[in-house]
């Protein structure tokens, strides 16, 4: 008897992606997949980006959820092209869904796409959906043992912003113990400690983003 061993369910998944970055870099833009948990702050991240570097780059968002909308009318308060996908249930975005929906969206004015991914702290990180980076939000609401809990998230991220920081006084989450744990799972990731609410982090954040957006420009050329 022969057994035959199927495909691997992500290479398809992967052949888009590869096309969807190759679209994307040969724009000139660069493309950031946002993860984290539900309720981290993913979407109060993207609102203060959009506030903090409107006058210095221009940006579209492509939100994942489930159901609903609820997301995407915040994101387009702030006067951002945004298209919203809704996975019906499933746990995260894949390189076809981003793919259908690019050609809704004005490539030539852009510089910065951020996809933020469906809340989850599993599936999203095993999809390449066509982005340069990986960026996860960790919330200190949830804990600092989410990083060795659900490491893979945490290894493929360029950066970890630990989010809302101004609640630390009021919870028993371990800073340090986040870090050593983050760093031991991957060494390069830029570690930003946050607060949506206050700003305080944001900077950092928005230097690092500019940065990056200028290097890919660069390539691009």
């Known amino acids: 008897m022969q057994i035959k061993v199927m495909t691997n369910i992500l290479d398809s998944n992967d052949q888009v992606a590869a096309a969807v970055h190759e679209r994307l870099s040969a ?22 980006t959009i506030a903090g570097l409107k006058n210095e780059i221009s940006m579209a968002v492509i939100e994942g959820d489930l159901f609903t909308a609820k997301d995407a009318e915040r994101i387009e308060q ?27 969206l004005d490539l030539r004015a852009l510089d910065l796409i951020v996809i ?11 999809f390449n959906i066509g982005e340069d980076v ?20 945490f290894k493929q991220a360029s950066v970890v912003i ?16 986040a870090i050593t744990d983050i760093t031991s799972i991957n060494p390069d990731a830029l570690l930003v ?29």
């Open 193 to 221: 400690q946050a607060s949506c609410r206050s700003g305080v982090g944001l900077p950092a954040w928005y230097d690092w983003l500019k940065e990056q957006i200028r290097i890919k420009q660069a390539r691009s050329m």
């Open 116 to 126: 933020e991914n469906v809340g989850n702290l599993v599936c999203p990180a095993e």
């Open 134 to 153: 990986k960026v996860t939000v960790l919330s200190i609401t949830e804990g600092e043992d989410k990083p060795l809990k659900y490491p893979l998230i």
């Open 78 to 104: 702030y006067g951002v092209p945004v298209v919203q996908i809704n996975t019906g249930g499933g746990c995260h975005l894949d390189a076809n869904m981003v793919n259908n929906v690019l050609d809704s």
């Open 27 to 48: 724009a000139g833009i660069f493309v950031i997949n946002l993860l984290g948990s539900p309720g981290c702050g993913k979407t109060s991240l993207l609102e203060n």
């Open 162 to 177: 630990l989010n809302k920081v101004d609640l630390l006084p009021y919870t028993s989450f371990d800073m340090q113990a």
